[in-house]
Structure formats: C-alpha cells, structure tokens
C-alpha cells in the first residue's frame, strides 16, 4: 500500500523512480522482451556514465580520436569519452530522436570519428541496422546506449545486440541506489572490477531501503531498522563534518566518498568508480525482481497515461503508438506551454524530468534543432513498474489539471 506524500513532507509526492516492494519479487522470470544482459558477458558497475568509458576504452578511444554523441544527449554522456582523451562532435537527431544518418556521415568523413554512441531514447528501440553498416564500412566502434531501454526488441533484434559494446543504467529500471551495466554480445570483457568497500555496501543497501520508506514501501521492515538507519545518519554527517573541521591549525582532508555521484541525479563522471564493482545488494536485488513484472507494468502504466492524456489540450506524445517491442523508461510529452506546465507540476509535486533542457556547452538550435525543440518542449512523466494505482491516479489528474489549466490561460 503505497502513501502519497504531500509536496510539503516530500519535495516528490510520487516515486520518481523504482522504489523497493515486497512485490517486486513477484510475476516470474519470463519477461516478455529480452533484457540487455541475456546471453552478453556482463559487467555491473556503479552506472551507465562508467559502462560508456569502459566500453569507449575497450574500442581503443585515446588522445587525437573523436567521439560522436547524439546532440540530444544527457550531459553524463560526454565526460567519458573526455576521460579516454578524446574530442566530442555531436550529431543530429530526426523529430524523433532517431540519428540523422547523413549528418554522422559528413561528421566520420574527416576520418578522426574511432567511436559513435547512439540511444534508444525513452526506450524505444531504434533500427540501428543501418548505422551498424555505416560504422562497419568506416572501421568505428558502435556503442549502443541503454540507458533508457534495459528491456526490448525492434523486428526481433534485441536491444544490446548491435552495439559493439552496450550500456544500461540499471538504477533506471530496478530499485537500486546505484547501478550500470557493459555488456557486450559481440566481444569477450577484460575490464576487472573490485568492491568498493564496506562503507558503499552498506550506503548502497539502506539508501534503497529509505527510498522504498519514504513511500511507504516495507513498513515493517522501516520499524525494524529505524534505530540502524538513525545511526547511519549521525556517521554520515560525523563524516560529511570531517573535511571541514580543523585540527592543529590545518584542515582535515575531506572523507572520500562512499557511493559515486550519479546516483544522485549529477552529471559529473568521478573515474574512481571506473574499476567498481556494482553493490552487493543491488547486484542481487537486480537478479532477484521479476523482470516480467517490469516490463508488463511499464508498458501498462505507459497506455494507461496516454489514454489519460488523449484529447487533453496543449501537448502530445513524442511517439504516437507505444511499439510492440519497446519497455518504456518514461513517458515523453511534447507540450506547447513547457514553462508553464513543468512549474504548475513541480508545485503539485509530480516527479517530472526534462530531458535535453540541459545540454552540453555550445549544443543549441544551430547544431541541431530537433534536439533543442526536444529539451526545450518535452516533459518526461514517470510510468515505472513501483508505481501503485492510487499513485497512477493521481498522477493522471495532475497532467490533466496542469495542462487544462495552462491551456485555458492566454498566452
Ligand atoms: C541516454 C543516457 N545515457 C547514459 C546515461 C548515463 O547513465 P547513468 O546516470 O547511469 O550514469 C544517461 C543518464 O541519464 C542517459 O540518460
């Protein structure tokens, strides 16, 4: 039984992402599309921004190489291939987010391109037969993105297959703090990994369990580790205080730390998690939830809100029709009043995120404007699988409210 919290007691009235339930570990083992890790060797590490390094590594990318992103991207995107020592050039995206294969083809002509990423964005598994040709003619490495598809299949290829290398952000998709994948179906992995050490374990695990808390996901479990997890806390900020309290007149160096800054919501790329092993808990935790679970609730709570939001005025879906093989990450609406909505939204408490508002310094209309439509004009609600159906409720009248509302004020 999920609790909405008032944007009072909680910035989110709603999870923003999968939080933990006792009925994640329901629904069987056979999910209906592949996973990005069936049949690839695997590497868990802590998130999708290290996975693209180790994969752009693994391609060989070094000083003097470019590396082509699309220009609608995530900023976590970029400081990888800056970590390998190489340049990036972005490339334009169609209305639809998918690649715009004759500007990636005036881009590798200048012969420096070693590597392209290309997403499946919101999950929607794009048809990357053709850039797997082009890559294949140029001798570059394809690394296939993920991060917002770890589940599906476009005309029978599943998604992971194409790339030489693949990525997933598995904290995207499971209940877990922190968590990314490289996987790879096409090459054997070196890459070594080691823990990361007590302190993270045990971050990794109660930061997972406080979130499932504070919706009110495990409440039994919340009794029986309210005084471990209050505990937790006073060392946490006994360590935070460390760096800034002086000792013999000098100031003490700052507590390193426990868990890296992508779980949460940075785009900052910290290479001392390059060679970390994912947690044990969310190792298990992603081994342990039923994926049949998530990828039928994502796709049903995707229909649901887009029979919600059908005649509403003032936005529509970037993707008319939810394809058969697609696991959704979000729920992408192309809205025409995007200031307006996003702030009446934000107020209500409904866990939105903009992706593409923030692009990578100097990425604007000028070298792509699909992409500066797309960060300018989307607004991505969430349809993950924790979602409970009060929840679903009311986050259908909160768009519907917001969007009637700004609709109904003139411009
Ligand atoms: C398309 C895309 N790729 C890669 C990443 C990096 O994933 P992570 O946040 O797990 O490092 C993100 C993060 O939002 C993303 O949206």
């Not at 794009?126 to 003619?137: E, F, Q, T």
């Not at 990994?193 to 997972?208: D, I, Q, R, T």
């Not at 044990?280 to 229909?303: D, E, H, K, M, Q």
């Amino acid at each position: 039984m999920s609790s909405i919290n008032t944007p009072s007691s909680s910035r989110r009235a709603i999870p923003h992402v999968p939080v933990l339930s006792l009925a994640a570990f329901t629904g069987g083992r056979r999910a209906a599309l592949p996973s990005l890790l069936d049949g690839a060797d695997v590497r868990l590490v802590t998130s999708g921004r290290i996975a693209i390094g180790l994969a752009l590594r693994a391609l060989g990318v070094g000083k003097g190489d470019v590396v082509l992103v699309p220009a609608y991207h995530s900023p976590s995107m970029v400081p990888p291939a800056h970590w390998c020592g190489a340049e990036v050039a972005f490339y334009r995206v169609r209305p639809d987010t998918a690649p715009d294969l004759a500007d990636i083809g005036d881009k590798v002509a200048g012969g420096r391109v070693k590597a392209i990423i290309a997403t499946h964005f919101f999950g929607i598994p794009h048809d990357l037969a053709p850039l797997r040709a082009l890559c294949d003619r140029h001798g570059i490495g394809l690394v296939e993105d993920c991060a917002h598809a770890f589940f599906g299949a476009r005309d029978g290829v599943p998604v992971g297959s194409t790339g030489d290398y693949a990525i997933g952000s598995s904290m995207k998709f499971f209940p877990i703090y922190e968590g990314g994948c490289l996987v790879s179906r096409r090459h054997t992995l070196d890459a070594a990994l080691h823990g990361a050490g007590a302190g993270f374990e045990v971050k990794a695990a109660l930061n997972a369990l406080e979130a499932a808390f504070v919706y009110g996901r495990l409440p039994v479990l919340r009794v029986l580790l309210a005084l471990p997890l209050r505990l937790k806390s006073a060392l946490w900020n006994a360590l935070k205080s460390r760096g800034s309290g002086t000792s013999g007149g000098g100031t003490a160096p700052p507590a390193p730390a426990l868990a890296p800054s992508s779980s949460d919501s940075s785009f900052d790329f910290d290479a001392r998690w390059a060679d970390k092993r994912s947690s044990w808990f969310s190792r298990t935790v992603l081994r342990g939830v039923s994926p049949a679970r998530i990828v039928a609730r994502r796709r049903r709570n995707y229909l649901d809100l887009q029979r919600a939001l059908d005649g509403v005025p003032g936005c529509s879906p970037l993707f008319p029709r939810l394809p058969d093989g697609a696991c959704p990450w979000m729920f992408p609406l192309v809205v025409d009043r995007p200031e307006a909505v996003a702030a009446a939204l934000l107020r209500a408490g409904v866990p939105i995120t903009r992706f593409g508002a923030t692009l990578w310094p100097g990425v604007d209309a000028g070298v792509c404007a699909n992409s500066a439509d797309l960060g300018r004009r989307l607004i991505a609600l969430p349809c993950h699988q924790a979602l409970e159906d009060d929840e679903r409720t009311w986050l259908h009248a909160q768009v519907r409210q917001a969007l009637e509302t700004c609709a109904a004020v003139p411009a």
